[in-house]
């Protein structure tokens, strides 16, 4: 991407027509809940709360010039009202009845929504056994290679996009964690990778085929995964080549969305840190996926990196080497997609006293990502049309695991983030970026 491509203000296309939302793991608890939500959205039966885009407001220029609007009306983004959902599962039940299974909104909505959730099938799934060792698949599609299989996506994308005249798409994947798989040669050109798409090369999981069909496509990609897929060279590369965005990895909702919260506060206060132990409980899916420990090793990487990269024992020694950071996560069928997570966190103050933080957060693991799905295919797009290619950095809010230029270390902190993606915006709108250094405010 070259700074004078990017496209600003005025030259950036309006959001006109329909955009078709592709959802590998559309018969998910989060696809499911997403598209519910958007759908109750639309029929104001329902606040889209927890998603930035459609509730958060920005601030422009000087505190005291009072513009403070909302990102939905200062970005010229596509509304709820505007998509079309559409996606893949390796199981063949419709949007109804894979929502009646996750267990997580409660009937009456779903009954209210049958009429529309009904009506969404997905496509057959590309499924390898080998990335998924929890479940089997009985919905899935037979090519041979993996470069037919990557056809095949595409021409769902096609008939799909024809038959509901949809302008533009995005792909986020919402697909099961897949087993744990470090970068090898095949990942590491373009051609080595389409090579490898021809000889299935057994370092390719299916993530990675649906992230080819639609980048090749000029689809944006958003993996709401911590499974590798677009974040090696071959893949970044390709969404270059084709002008398409990428984001990544792992939506960060729960137990890691309050780390990035906690963690700031306790560096900047220049507090210690001794010991963080997580532990998680919960009877979803992805909890079953995850008893799986390939599929864990994936999660736990994308979850033990972060306090690394806040806290920076490089810089500060005293506080933080050597740190004991323990993540835990448990399948318990009671619990359902109701995540309970417990935190016990030894920091020490002033003289090395110790002192203890406990958190007990019972959350709701697909009510607090469906509006992150949400925000992520509404800037993805936003990104495509202002001729962003690549890594979206400033999307790091999102994620777990963010994705970053080589030799860039990523940026964890929740606020730095914030104001990362806020100045993206502010930058994109021709508007000046908020530094908060104020002292303007005191000048005569
Ligand atoms: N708060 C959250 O819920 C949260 C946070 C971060 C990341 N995630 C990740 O989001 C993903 C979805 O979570 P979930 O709770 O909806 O899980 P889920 O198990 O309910 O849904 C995953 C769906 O993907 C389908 N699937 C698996 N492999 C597929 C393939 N190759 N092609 C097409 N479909 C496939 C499964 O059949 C299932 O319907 C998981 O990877 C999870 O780790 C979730």
Same mark, same amino acid.
């Given at each position: 991407m070259k700074a004078e491509t990017v496209r600003k203000k005025e030259q950036i296309p309006a959001a006109q027509g329909k955009l078709g939302v592709l959802i590998p793991g559309i018969g998910g608890a989060v696809a499911t809940t997403f598209i519910a939500g958007v759908e109750a959205i639309r029929n104001k039966w329902a606040l889209p709360i927890g998603s930035l885009t459609q509730m958060g407001t920005i601030r422009l220029g000087k505190r005291t010039d009072n513009r403070v609007p909302y990102i939905k009306d200062f970005v010229n983004l596509a509304g709820p009202e505007d998509i079309v959902f559409g996606g893949w599962d390796i199981f063949s039940d419709n949007c109804y009845a894979a929502a009646k299974k996750a267990r997580v909104l409660e009937k009456e909505m779903i009954e209210r929504l049958q009429p529309f959730l009904g009506g969404i099938e997905p496509f057959k799934g590309v499924y390898n056994k080998q990335y998924l060792k929890n479940l089997d698949g009985n919905h899935v599609k037979s090519e041979k290679t993996y470069l037919d299989l990557a056809n095949a996506v595409k021409e769902d994308i096609k008939s799909f996009t024809g038959k509901n005249s949809i302008e533009r798409c995005v792909m986020i994947w919402c697909a099961s964690t897949e087993t744990y798989l470090q970068p090898s040669p095949v990942h590491q050109t373009i051609e080595a990778f389409e090579q490898g798409l021809r000889e299935n090369h057994p370092d390719i999981p299916p993530s990675m085929i649906y992230a080819y069909a639609a980048l090749t496509s000029g689809i944006p990609f958003v993996n709401g995964a911590p499974n590798l897929t677009v974040d090696v060279p071959a893949l970044t590369e390709l969404a270059r080549k084709h002008e398409a965005p990428i984001a990544g @990895?792992?939506? @960060?909702?729960g137990q890691t969305l309050l780390k990035t919260i906690i963690a700031p506060g306790l560096k900047s206060r220049m507090l210690g840190l001794e010991g963080w132990y997580s532990t998680n409980i919960l009877g979803n899916r992805d909890g079953q996926v995850l008893e799986d420990p390939g599929s864990f090793k994936t999660k736990e990487e994308s979850k033990l990196s972060v306090l690394q990269q806040i806290l920076q024992p490089e810089l500060y020694p005293d506080l933080y080497k050597d740190f004991y950071h323990k993540v835990a996560i448990n399948y318990y069928p009671p619990r359902g997609d109701n995540k309970e997570g417990w935190d016990c966190i030894d920091i020490f103050g002033w003289l090395g006293y110790p002192m203890q933080i406990k958190l007990n957060f019972l959350c709701r693991d697909s009510i607090l990502a469906a509006p992150l799905v949400l925000d992520l295919v509404l800037l993805a797009d936003f990104a495509k049309r202002a001729s962003l290619s690549g890594i979206q950095e400033w999307l790091s809010f999102y994620f777990k695991s963010p994705m970053e230029a080589q030799g860039l270390y990523p940026e964890h902190d929740l606020f730095i983030q914030l104001m990362k993606l806020k100045n993206t915006l502010r930058y994109l709108m021709g508007e000046e970026l908020i530094t908060h250094l104020g002292l303007e405010y005191y000048m005569d």
């Open positions: @990895k792992d939506f @960060k909702t």
